[in-house]
């Protein structure tokens, strides 16, 4: 994580992204995050707007999307605040990618739980499939980043790829959702364990069983 | 207003005060790093830390914490001291233990508080955590690795600059502060930032490695770079003025000081003027006073001897030149060196009434004709906090970047007798409406109808007087209360066509209508005006003399000479006193004591450190109207404005790498 760095200030960047502007959709999205905020507080929809111009980058390069220096340029002229508390802002916060990254960006929980559930093996798998931490792949699909807790722990280990998470990993479980994105198929999001609906307990219920079909009013057997 | 306690001490506090201003008030002293009485508080270095009941049984940060009825504080508890231990050992675990090569060593914060306050030795022994440096501008020197992230110089370049360039990127023990893409700090009081650092990170570039505060001598001086009269310190080793350093005085530049008043020091030892010049068959040669001396006096000026005021002189020196004039007979002074010829005869119309801390409260303010942040940076600072605090302010004159919201009216200065409406009912709703006259109006004759806006509406009223000329000169005001103007200016000089001109100083004046007249040019730098003399008597600079000044809201200040001109170079009144003798006449004075004392008895409010009284504002003639068109401000380039800082390295890089990098960089494309 420590190794974050904002993508050096090439002409070729420059020339590449300085013409950025919302598209159509987009800059409506903008307007209506700004109008949220009473008249004067653009700044309030920074966080946002960076979101919604790492997201546009994505669908321009067919990846998760980053934040070229033009484009956090363009949003801070857009909400008329001073450029570097924009920046600030996108190199604070990890959400916002200050690199290129692959069409999927495969964070992987490194922290407790989710190591002591076996997140080594996770991380080991993913480069095994040719990912490098903070590097895109060759065929420009994966980036690969080890992250803190995501608040999986009930279902650890767990990654996220791009907007979803997938928990309860084992390495055949990973290679699993890892081939079907590949396929451009749609994995199913969320617990990959076979029974399990989300963090509910796995084995079925340990407490409160008696509240799993209907209501059930506890307070007699106090 | 709260009762606290602390230490076991009752005092009342004022509503509003804070826990650690309670402390102070108490008289304790509480190690802070992050907080700072002029900055907002950010409360994240950690430093302040008091024992405080009622509340969690914890240390509490003093400075963020408001002090409420019934407290009670401790500073000096078994847990207080813990906490300053344990706050100190994490802060030092990441500074590098480089003190004896870093340039803060001996004012240093963190220095002196670790010494009082922590545990004396450190337990961590794994790696330490390094920055890169950032490049922030010919002026700061950046050690980022002793970075411990309080943030006063973040918070000084968007609260008191109003210039957001600085910032703190990442976050954790990766945070760093920088500014945008590492390009300069591009503004007038960036060099401030050296001073609010508490460690080594921000040093200054041109200072460093230079010398070491604990041998330098500190003289009290006022900066003569711009007509503001800031409070500096010189600090000095052998002959040589290393740097300049403002001191608090509230009323005039808190504790700030602009970066051209800072830096110039560097110009005092260059291009200097340290030996008697005359011009022989059109080519200055070297001569001696004797020689000089003779050949003044060869002149045979009489009544026909004129005397021109620079923009840096002190007042001792002009009155020791306006008695050497009257001896001779004559009353040709002048200091408007560029031809401006405004009324003078009530100074109060050309004073900066409102005073420099009284426009902080005023509520609509109209610019006319002045660039204020590159004429008087540190008021551009004082309005900006007017703005704050919900000012409105106009600006008839060419744009320049403001750092408030600010509205230009144009360039015509007829606005100024007939508003337009938004601005018109803001200064007809204003409870202290304010004006500011510049250099650039008053050039063009609009001193009147200023006077006439004035009246209009209502500028001066109980306890509030909102009629301000803001000169540029930081010898303007008592060149004026020594009667340095004629009525035309310095139109009135060349058409009395005198054989002898004494240009003190003065090297913004056109000497061309002097071409018959014999030009003797008394001053420290080899500048235009020197180029233009005939004979070239080397003086002192402000940092080599004692003298008085007076700044453009009328404050008479003293300053103290902090080292000794070089080479022949001589304190001006004596090379006025000897020419006197050459001349032949009696100027009444044979010490600087007598000299003093003289020009207090004949302007007393010189003798007087303090805001002198010009009495009330003329009346205004209603028919006054302002006309004509500001083409352009009178500074062309703020790092550039006076001898001195021509001749400084530092201020001329400034120039080039600020102001013209932009057209540097293009040319080499």
């Known amino acids: ?222 | 207003m709260p009762k606290v306690t602390v230490d076991g001490q009752e005092l009342d506090v004022p509503d509003g005060a804070t826990v650690l201003q309670a402390c102070e008030l108490a008289g304790k002293e509480i190690p802070r790093f992050c907080y700072h009485e002029r900055l907002s508080i950010a409360g994240n270095c950690r430093m302040c830390l008091v024992e405080v009941k009622p509340g969690p049984p914890k240390p509490q940060a003093s400075c963020a914490l408001p002090a409420t009825e019934g407290q009670e504080i401790r500073t000096d508890s078994e847990m207080v001291k813990t906490a300053r231990e344990g706050v100190m050992e994490f802060l030092l675990i990441n500074h590098p233990l480089d003190c004896p090569i870093c340039d803060q060593g001996g004012e240093c914060d963190l220095q002196d508080q670790s010494v009082a306050y922590g545990r004396g030795a450190t337990r961590y022994t794994a790696n330490k955590r390094a920055v890169t440096e950032k490049y922030m501008g010919p002026l700061i020197k950046t050690v980022m690795t002793r970075c411990i992230h309080c943030t006063r110089c973040v918070r000084f370049s968007e609260e008191i600059a109003g210039v957001d360039e600085i910032g703190a990127l990442y976050r954790g023990e990766d945070m760093q502060i920088t500014t945008y893409l590492e390009q300069a700090a591009q503004h007038e009081l960036s060099a401030n930032v050296i001073d609010l650092c508490p460690v080594g990170a921000l040093t200054s570039r041109p200072y460093a490695f230079e010398a070491r505060p604990w041998e330098l001598k500190k003289t009290l001086s006022i900066d003569v770079s711009d007509a503001m009269g800031a409070n500096i310190r010189l600090d000095s080793r052998g002959r040589e003025v290393m740097r300049a350093l403002p001191r608090i005085n509230d009323d005039v530049n808190e504790e700030w000081l602009s970066d051209k008043g800072r830096y110039q020091v560097d110009g005092l030892t260059k291009r200097r003027l340290d030996k008697v010049f005359m011009r022989k068959r059109g080519k200055l040669t070297e001569a001696s006073w004797d020689e000089a001396f003779k050949a003044i006096a060869k002149a045979k000026p009489g009544k026909k001897i004129a005397a021109v005021a620079g923009d840096m002189v002190d007042c001792e020196t002009m009155f020791a030149a306006k008695s050497l004039l009257g001896a001779m007979g004559s009353k040709l002074l002048e200091g408007r060196q560029t031809g401006m010829d405004y009324d003078v005869s009530n100074l109060a119309a050309v004073n900066f009434n409102t005073t420099f801390a009284g426009i902080e409260r005023a509520d609509a303010i109209l610019i006319v004709g002045s660039h204020v942040r590159w004429e008087a940076a540190l008021l551009n600072a004082r309005i900006r906090k007017a703005v704050k605090n919900g000012a409105q302010v106009f600006v008839v004159g060419p744009e320049w970047e403001t750092t408030y919201p600010a509205t230009f009216l144009g360039e015509d200065l007829s606005v100024v007798s007939k508003l337009p409406k938004a601005a018109a009912d803001a200064f007809k709703g204003a409870e202290r409406p304010a004006m500011i006259m510049g250099g650039a109006a008053l050039a063009k004759g609009a001193l009147a109808g200023g006077l006439a806006f004035a009246s209009k509406y209502k500028l001066v009223k109980k306890d509030w007087n909102g009629f301000n000329v803001l000169h540029f000169s930081a010898a303007r005001m008592g060149g004026l209360m020594l009667g340095y103007a004629q009525k035309n200016g310095m139109a009135d000089i060349a058409k009395a066509k005198p054989k002898v001109v004494l240009s003190l100083g003065a090297d913004e004046m056109d000497f061309e209508p002097f071409a018959d007249a014999l030009k003797v040019y008394i001053g420290h730098h080899g500048d235009k005006g020197a180029h233009a003399a005939d004979i070239i008597l080397p003086a002192a600079s402000y940092a080599e003399k004692d003298g008085t000044y007076v700044n453009s809201e009328g404050r008479v200040q003293f300053a103290e000479k902090a080292v000794f001109a070089p080479g022949d170079a001589r304190e001006d009144w004596t090379i006025l006193r000897a020419l006197a003798d050459a001349l032949g006449v009696e100027v009444g004075f044979d010490t600087f004591d007598q000299l003093q004392s003289a020009m207090i008895k004949a302007v007393p409010a010189l003798g007087e450190e303090g805001l002198a009284n010009y009495g009330d504002l003329p009346k205004a003639d209603s028919k006054a109207k302002a006309e004509g068109v500001i083409d352009a401000y009178p500074i062309k380039d703020f790092y550039l404005t006076n001898p001195i800082a021509r001749a400084s390295a530092v201020m001329q890089q400034c120039s080039a790498e600020l102001l013209h990098g932009e057209e540097m960089r293009e040319a080499a494309e």
């Open chain 1, 1 to 222: 994580m420590a190794n974050r760095h904002i993508a050096p200030d090439t002409p070729e960047l420059r020339e590449r992204w300085g013409s950025f502007e919302w598209t159509k959709e987009n800059k409506a999205k903008a307007d209506w995050h700004i109008a949220k905020y009473p008249e004067g507080r653009a700044k309030s929809a920074t966080m946002p707007l960076l979101d919604l111009a790492q997201r546009q980058v994505g669908a321009e390069t067919d990846t998760q999307g980053w934040l070229p220096l033009p484009v956090i340029e363009y949003v801070a002229a857009y909400i008329d605040v001073p450029v570097i508390r924009v920046l600030e802002v996108a190199t604070f916060y990890f959400m916002y990618n200050l690199v290129p990254v692959g069409k999927y960006h495969v964070q992987v929980c490194g922290t407790t739980p989710c190591m002591l559930r076996g997140s080594d093996d996770i991380i080991a798998a993913c480069k095994k499939r040719g990912m490098a931490k903070g590097e895109v792949s060759e065929d420009g699909l994966w980036t690969l980043t080890e992250v803190e807790c995501m608040g999986n722990c009930a279902t650890a280990p767990m990654v996220q790829i791009n907007d979803a998470n997938y928990e309860d990993l084992t390495v055949e479980r990973l290679d699993a959702v890892l081939d079907a994105l590949t396929k451009g198929e749609e994995p199913k999001e969320g617990t990959q364990e076979p029974g399990r609906h989300t963090s509910e307990p796995s084995g079925g219920p340990t407490t409160l069983k008696d509240m799993v079909d209907a209501n059930h009013d506890y307070r007699k057997e106090w």
